[in-house]
């Protein structure tokens, strides 16, 4: 006998109408089994009889043997209410209503979760049950005559199911989640993808149907109502603008439908950087001052571009375009502050050249080539370089000087000259001073504006041939400001001394020597 549940309004009508149905069954030896679903005719005898009953119903005869109906019970989960929940109905064809047949039932939760009435075969819940814990039970149920105690059907085994509401909420097992972008992405691009699960029976009803939907987040992001897969939704997300998204997805059971349960999770999404801005100088004129004694080697000026964007698309290479000022200064990039360092190639010198124009260009390193029709990544400046005029000290004409003078010269006899002369342009007086010695006797003396250098004792070459000497030229404005250059004198000989006959020998001449003859070797 096949009952469809959609004639009935609702269970208990449901049940009812299997009551109804159920005690009109043949008596031909069944035991009919009564729930709220499809009724299955089970026999042990393949002679069988389908007779229409006027109803429409079909009853199946089984001649020689009895045989139980066998069908599914369902038990609605969560049951709410004093009252026992009705369950279904065994009932045997054997029984004449006397009450001499009794209804046993036996298997999980038999006496305990589930009762039923010997006499009736009526068979109730009594406890609520959770599907999620629990989604069916195994049973027996058996006739038994009371006068002989014997049975009247041999056992039979059949199911309790219990039936599914939606008393679970969809949930998210991990999260908050964290996941990045690339900005500038186009619409649809896919950043992640959630997933929530319903403890709920998927396969009954929509209760664990979970759609959803974008809680918190938009217009930026959306998400796919099955799937769950978040994508961007609008387009030219630009992280210098904003860089962090916080997107709450909500997972709703019931197909979305109103009265359906929820629950949401947080999504923090980040942009991450492309190349999509260039390098930029705040002004386009710039000025340092340089004084004419910096050292070659040494940074002199500094100058920096800005970009918006981070990391290796930030970074930016310097360069001098023009020859005259590449000739003159170099340029390097500072990693960590990104600034263009500039350092002295050669020699300033105020007198020569008082200014510098650096026409400097700042260029990505790194270009991204989707980004080419944005145009060039790169940015010029040009740099006024200001030569300082610093008070320098005199320089001589020469890196040293030699001199010479004769031997036994008269006191005050001219060596020669020394000159010097203020490099700076107001080109003050020159003083000249010889450098003296604690240790050292003085021979010579100098002019200390001509620079004339005189003797000023007798000299002698065969004593000592050679003199040298430190002269000191110093600025008549600033005496602190001074030179040093080291002058040698060389003495020269003149025929100052006779020759000499060492006393100290003995010359023997013999008598008969005669003039002219030379004298013997001495003894």
């Known amino acids: 006998m096949m009952v469809n549940p959609s004639s009935c309004l609702c269970p208990v009508l449901l049940c009812l109408c299997f009551l109804e149905r159920g005690y009109e069954a043949s008596h031909y030896g069944q035991t009919k089994v009564i729930s709220r679903n499809q009724t299955k005719v089970i026999s042990r005898n393949h002679n069988a009889t389908h007779n229409q009953t006027k109803d429409g119903e079909t009853e199946v005869h089984h001649r020689p043997k009895r045989g139980w109906i066998w069908n599914q019970f369902f038990v609605l989960e969560e049951h709410i209410g004093s009252d026992a929940q009705y369950v279904g109905k065994l009932h045997s064809n054997s029984d004449k209503g006397d009450g001499s047949v009794e209804y046993i039932l036996s298997g999980e939760g038999a006496g305990t979760i589930f009762i039923i009435n010997e006499v009736t075969g009526d068979i109730h819940a009594t406890k609520s049950l959770d599907r999620e814990k629990k989604s069916h039970y195994v049973l027996h149920a058996q006739a038994i005559d009371r006068n002989t105690n014997k049975p009247l059907e041999p056992e039979s085994e059949f199911i309790i199911k219990v039936q599914d509401i939606n008393d679970n909420a969809p949930k998210f097992t991990d999260g908050p989640f964290v996941t990045s972008v690339p900005e500038m992405s186009e619409i649809g691009t896919s950043v992640f993808q959630v997933t929530a ?262 000299l002698d070459r065969e004593e000592t041939p050679w003199h040298n000497i430190t002269v000191m030229a110093t600025e008549e404005d600033h005496p602190s400001l001074q030179s040093h250059v080291p002058v040698t004198v060389q003495v020269l000989d003149v025929n100052d001394n006779p020759p000499k006959i060492n006393s100290d020998e003995e010359i023997i001449i013999c008598e008969s020597t005669r003039a002219g003859q030379a004298s013997p070797k001495t003894a």
């Open 197 to 458: 699960t319903d403890a709920d029976d998927p396969t009954y009803g929509n209760s664990a149907r979970v759609v959803y939907s974008v809680l918190h987040g938009q217009p930026y992001f959306s998400v796919d109502p099955k799937t769950g897969i978040i994508r961007t939704a609008l387009a030219e997300m630009d992280r210098e603008a904003r860089e962090y998204y916080s997107v709450v997805i909500q997972a709703k059971d019931m197909a979305g439908q109103v009265g359906g349960l929820s629950g949401s999770t947080t999504i923090n999404i980040t942009l991450t950087d492309i190349n999509d801005n260039p390098p930029k100088f705040p002004q386009k004129n710039y000025q340092v001052f340089v004084p004419e004694s910096s050292q070659v080697g040494k940074p002199v000026g500094k100058i920096k571009a800005t970009d918006e964007d981070i990391g290796i698309n930030a970074e930016i290479k310097y360069s001098i375009l023009n020859p005259e000022g590449a000739a003159m200064f170099s340029i390097s990039t500072d990693k960590d502050t990104r600034e263009g360092i500039i350092t002295l190639r050669k020699p300033l010198n105020y007198e020569k050249k008082k200014q510098y124009s650096l026409h400097i260009s700042a260029e990505n390193t790194h270009l991204d080539p989707r980004l080419s029709y944005l145009g060039s990544f790169k940015d010029d400046a040009t740099l006024t370089i200001t030569v300082g005029d610093v008070d320098e000290p005199p320089v001589f004409s020469m890196d040293y000087y030699i001199m010479e003078v004769y031997e036994n010269a008269k006191v005050g006899t001219e060596v020669g000259a020394i000159t010097a002369r203020d490099p700076d342009s107001k080109n003050s007086p020159v003083r000249y001073f010889i450098e003296r010695g604690e240790d050292k006797e003085v021979y010579f003396d100098i002019e200390s504006i001509s620079g004339v250098i005189r003797t000023t004792q007798l």
